[in-house]
């Protein structure tokens, strides 16, 4: 099945993965200019009314900006939802993307039909992050247009399954959009992520380091000065498994090889975190793909050298 117009006109097939706090305007910009989805998490414009602001800057600039730039692959951008009975701005934040019709909606941790129904009643699309088949099974039968196989690597909230065990199960029932998410930080990975199936690359790590990136320089330095075995995988600081940096952990005054564990009764997007220190402002979440950072430049330069380093993965695989 071939992929819908909005994720057709792409410079590369990859979808920009939310990051909390990261993800602001001005990398979801960046990202789009440099014709890639670019997104971010609703919940990233505090207080709720910033949403509409963002929103609205994100579509004016984009505008202009392929108006002036007619032969430029233009992005389209999306909005991720969590659609977790502790976030009380569910209702809120999808009232505002269906009045400014968000082309592409992420939903994650639940399938939300109000969600779902929305989106699709002017045109959007549905992408949905899924850890197992179950998961993934629901989520399309709510509706779900696509899939986000958020695999063992992945930065932030990340399943335990490798992708060359979750992408080929999915395809046995789904041939709709799917997208891979997991250690992906160079272009030969996302050449890699297409070869096993999926569709599109889901990248967040790698542009963590980025100039645009609405992180601290001690976050990005530390993506940069990390490997893929300071990744600590943990319940502890939101009660759903992620990804973090270990250097993030032991600054925190915790021990990365003996954290308690948390379950999902404890997540609180009011309060986010099971610790003094919180996630993702203090503990910092990242993949195993850090490995592959090496420096902090802009986002057009970074696709730059992955459409360089797509092109010699797909001439290795030729010859």
């Not at 919180?278 to 910092?284: F, G, L, P, S, T």
């Not at 986002?299 to 459409?307: G, N, S």
Request: charged content about 20%; some cysteine.
């Amino acid at each position: 099945m071939s992929l819908p117009p909005i994720l057709q006109n792409l410079e590369m097939p990859i979808v920009a993965a939310p990051m909390f706090i990261v993800s602001g305007p001005e990398l979801v910009i960046a990202q789009c200019k440099a014709g890639i989805v670019g997104s971010f998490p609703a919940l990233n414009a505090r207080p709720a009314d910033e949403l509409e602001k963002w929103i609205v800057r994100i579509k004016l600039e984009l505008e202009q900006y392929q108006k002036d730039n007619p032969g430029k692959k233009v992005a389209p951008f999306a909005v991720n939802q969590i659609c977790h009975p502790s976030n009380n701005r569910l209702d809120h934040d999808n009232e505002v993307c269906r009045k400014h019709e968000v082309p592409i909606i992420i939903t994650s941790l639940q399938a939300n039909q109000d969600v779902y129904d929305s989106t699709h009643s002017y045109g959007g699309i549905i992408l949905h992050d899924v850890v197992n088949i179950r998961h993934s099974k629901k989520a399309l039968s709510m509706g779900a247009d696509g899939l986000i196989a958020v695999c063992s690597g992945a930065g932030g909230h990340a399943g335990r399954l490798s992708p060359f065990a979750l992408i080929p199960e999915i395809r046995q029932f789904h041939d709709g959009p799917l997208l891979l998410s997991g250690s992906i930080s160079t272009g030969g990975s996302v050449a890699g992520a297409l070869a096993i199936g999926a569709d599109l690359a889901y990248i967040g790590t790698r542009f963590i380091a980025s100039k645009e990136a609405n992180a601290v320089d001690g976050y990005k330095q530390e993506i940069i000065d990390s490997s893929g075995e300071d990744i600590v995988y943990s319940s502890l600081f939101t009660g759903v498994h992620g990804n973090y940096l270990k250097g993030s952990i032991e600054k925190a005054g915790l021990d990365p090889a003996n954290l308690p564990t948390a379950d999902k009764s404890s997540m609180n997007f009011g309060s986010s975190g099971n610790t003094d220190a919180k996630a993702w402002k203090d503990i910092w979440g990242a993949g195993q793909g850090v490995g592959s950072v090496h420096n902090a430049p802009s986002m057009q330069e970074i696709i730059d050298i992955f459409k360089a380093e797509y092109t010699d993965a797909q001439h290795r695989v030729d010859i």
